[in-house]
């Protein structure tokens, strides 16, 4: 994945978990929390997802670098570089 | 049944002995166990079989939900033991974790009534209403009300000044009795929690539930846990009732399985739903944790228990609606020990009219107060009792006074106190709400200590109530879904 098609993959993830969300015009500088309806439970689903799709772990002490869309590529990049990008699934 | 027989598990009265082996079915191995079948234990077993592992629940009553259970008596009366109310929050967790039937069952209360001293009034518990009530009613100016429910909703983990929840309320309702009562009283029946608990957890308490509603499933306990048993049946999770798990089995530091009704069992990770005392102490042993944090768990307080009075009226009687939930006390002014007095003055009404069983013509109406294990433990057979008849006594004249000609309504009066609660959930001194906050550290760095050893039971006030308990489920089972792939990954 490139960090445009990581950006894709977890606007995929956001959307199955927050519906109602609209996600065109997301800052990737501002913390998501602060653009969209996201609770402590939607975001342990973020990552329960990111595990199932990618394989990727992320232990709960580096929750805090997912705050921001920038956040979530830089933290991702080394793990998703190798990874296929599935969407809608 | 006197208190020194022990009840058989399986059977529908509690008296008759196993004629099977209700482990016959099992497994040699699973990738996940989990130890109880409360909300947390089911949601954890449901999300992990949905990601692809082995998972297995035991569970040492013949009843799966824990706490959230119901019991039937002669006359045709079901009781719900704790279904009164939860927050908005549930239904998405439903929705996410269970399913969209389980969701659409969910209910709006019509309405919650408080009855004291101080003040009656009626709410339907959203933000909207409560600010209605507080300028209104008490007087309070909107300003104030507003930046209360502010800093309540900027409050989070990392920031924990150390404040109570009664220093809060001073700071922001100073002298104001009757608003510390407004705001505490039903949180200290949800969860059991007191002035004394720190602010930070009665705030997340609150907004998820004084903010948008309390909430009930039409169809009662009975079936909600039929559809979780349907929809753990369809992910996968094999379920076996009647099993008394002995103890887990611990290796090098790392979880091998347990011994459940004298047999072995083999698996990579245990979910704990037991009380998180009982599976340090007990099911795994103090030996196989570090010093400091066997006694970090052992300093963990216990909340505190329950009492109630399942009352029902007989066939073909009913009442006109009153409220959902009712909120009494003769107290002249709140504080919160006097909540578990023995023969105290608050009682919570549940009211489940026959609109709680779509079909159904019965009314139940389920007494609550919060109790301690002290208090009703070392009674003698005959003081016992008398107390609890002394309880149902109380009760009745209590509910009188709301719904006057009640007593010749109802068929069967019936007590639970702490030592029922013990007796059959197994929770050390019947606590109804886990552990004080203080236990939610350990029981999130069990695996710290021993590999693939997770809990997920009521510990703080925030992992508990049915929301927290379900949610706490779907925590853990995300922390043990990390650790089996981790494992698949080093075995591949």
């Known amino acids: ?89 | 049944m006197t208190r020194e027989q022990k009840y058989y598990k399986g059977s529908l009265d509690g008296k008759a002995p196993l004629t099977h082996d209700p482990l016959k079915d099992v497994r040699a191995r699973y990738d996940a166990i989990v130890i109880g079948s409360g909300l947390g234990g089911l949601t954890a077993a449901n999300i992990l079989a949905r990601c692809g592992h082995k998972v297995a629940v035991l569970e040492q009553h013949y009843n799966y939900g824990g706490l959230a259970t119901w019991f039937k008596r002669r006359g045709g009366h079901i009781f719900d033991v704790s279904l009164h109310g939860f927050p908005a929050g549930m239904k998405k967790t439903c929705r996410r974790y269970w399913n969209e039937a389980i969701a659409a069952r969910i209910e709006r209360l019509d309405s919650i009534r408080f009855d004291n001293p101080q003040f009656r009034l009626e709410t339907i518990f959203t933000r909207d209403d409560f600010t209605r009530l507080l300028v209104e009613h008490f007087r309070i100016e909107r300003a104030r009300v507003e930046t209360f429910y502010s800093e309540l909703a900027r409050m989070d983990f990392f920031s924990d000044s150390g404040e109570t929840a009664g220093e809060l309320f001073e700071r922001h309702f100073p002298g104001r009795n009757d608003v510390h009562r407004l705001l505490m009283e039903p949180i200290t029946y949800a969860n059991g929690s007191t002035l004394s608990d720190p602010a930070i957890s009665y705030g997340i308490v609150f907004s998820n539930f004084m903010s948008s509603g309390v909430y009930t499933f039409g169809g009662g306990t009975d079936w909600l846990i039929g559809e979780m048993k349907k929809e753990l049946a369809r992910s996968g999770v094999e379920l076996f009732n009647r099993v008394e798990v002995e103890g887990i089995l611990v290796e090098n530091g790392q979880t091998r399985g347990v011994v459940a009704n004298g047999r072995e069992i083999a698996c990579e990770t245990v979910i704990s739903n037991a009380s998180l005392k009982s599976t340090v102490e007990r099911l795994v042993g103090e030996s196989h944790f570090s010093s400091a944090f066997a006694a970090g768990v052992k300093a963990v307080r216990l909340n505190n228990s329950s009492t109630q009075v399942y009352m029902g009226l007989a066939e073909g009687e009913s009442i006109p609606f009153l409220t959902d939930l009712l909120f009494t006390s003769t107290r002249e002014r709140f504080d919160s020990p006097s909540l578990c007095d023995l023969h105290g003055e608050s009682r919570t009404f549940s009211f489940y009219y026959p609109k709680t069983r779509p079909g159904s013509t019965r009314t139940t109406i389920v007494s609550s107060m919060n109790a301690h294990w002290r208090d009703w433990a070392g009674m003698d057979e005959a003081s016992y009792l008398a107390n609890k008849a002394r309880l149902e006594a109380d009760t009745v004249t209590a509910l009188e006074r709301h719904v006057p000609g009640i007593r010749a309504k109802l068929t069967h009066i019936e007590a639970a106190t702490p030592r029922t609660f013990e007796f059959y959930t197994q929770s050390p001194q019947g606590a109804s709400f886990g552990t004080k906050f203080e236990g939610l550290r350990y029981s999130m760095e069990l695996s710290k200590e021993v590999q693939g050893l997770y809990h997920a039971g009521s510990v703080g006030i925030i992992m508990s109530g049915w929301l927290g308990a379900a949610n706490y489920g779907v925590i853990t089972a995300s922390k043990a879904d990390g650790f089996l792939r981790s494992l698949e990954k080093v075995r591949s």
């Open chain 1, 1 to 89: 994945m490139t960090r445009e098609e990581i950006v894709e993959a977890i606007k995929d993830i956001i959307a199955t978990i927050a519906p109602d969300e609209d996600l065109s015009n997301l800052k990737h500088d501002v913390r998501l929390r602060d653009q969209i309806a996201l609770d402590s439970m939607d975001f342990l689903d973020i990552v329960m997802e990111l595990r199932k799709r990618y394989g990727v772990q992320v232990p709960e002490e580096d929750y805090k670098e997912l705050a921001t869309m920038d956040g979530c590529v830089n933290y991702l990049y080394p793990q998703l570089s190798t990874k296929q990008l599935k969407v809608g699934v």
